[in-house]
């Protein structure tokens, strides 16, 4: 498995793909490095991890998605860690993400650090749980 930053030439495959980002942010988050391609080892595209961020300074997990094939294989937890690593090497010391309480990627993310930090609701959905991990 590979990890690496979003190319230009990656749009089409976001796009297609990635139903929760409006088009047109796709090609300015590549520009900004906020989107990372996950290939295996036959270098095809499996997945893709996109973030922002949060208050313009926490960096914000937005969306982390790995083909079915391939989930159940600790590759989302190695997309993760890399992305942590990443931050830390910018000098961030705090991440966040969030999930829906009817999600199993709750635990995924406890497992992984990350703690309850608050939620967030909106009308006709489901409760939003915000997390935060400290880098160290």
Request: hydrophobic share 40%; with cysteine; glycine share 6%.
């Amino acid at each position: 498995m590979k990890i690496r930053t979003a190319a230009e030439s990656d749009y089409e495959y976001i796009r297609d793909r990635d139903h929760h980002i409006l088009h047109s942010l796709i090609l300015p988050k590549i520009r900004e490095k906020e989107i990372y391609i996950i290939r295996n080892e036959e270098d095809m595209n499996i997945g893709w991890m996109r973030y922002g961020y949060f208050w313009d300074n926490v960096p914000f997990m937005n969306m982390i998605w790995v083909d079915e094939p391939y989930r159940g294989k600790g590759i989302g937890k190695q997309v993760v860690l890399y992305w942590e690593g990443e931050m830390q090497k910018k000098g961030l010391t705090l991440v966040m993400t969030s999930t829906l309480a009817n999600e199993k990627a709750q635990h995924f993310y406890r497992k992984l650090g990350y703690q309850d930090a608050g939620c967030l609701l909106i009308e006709k959905e489901p409760l939003e749980i915000i997390l935060t991990k400290k880098l160290v």
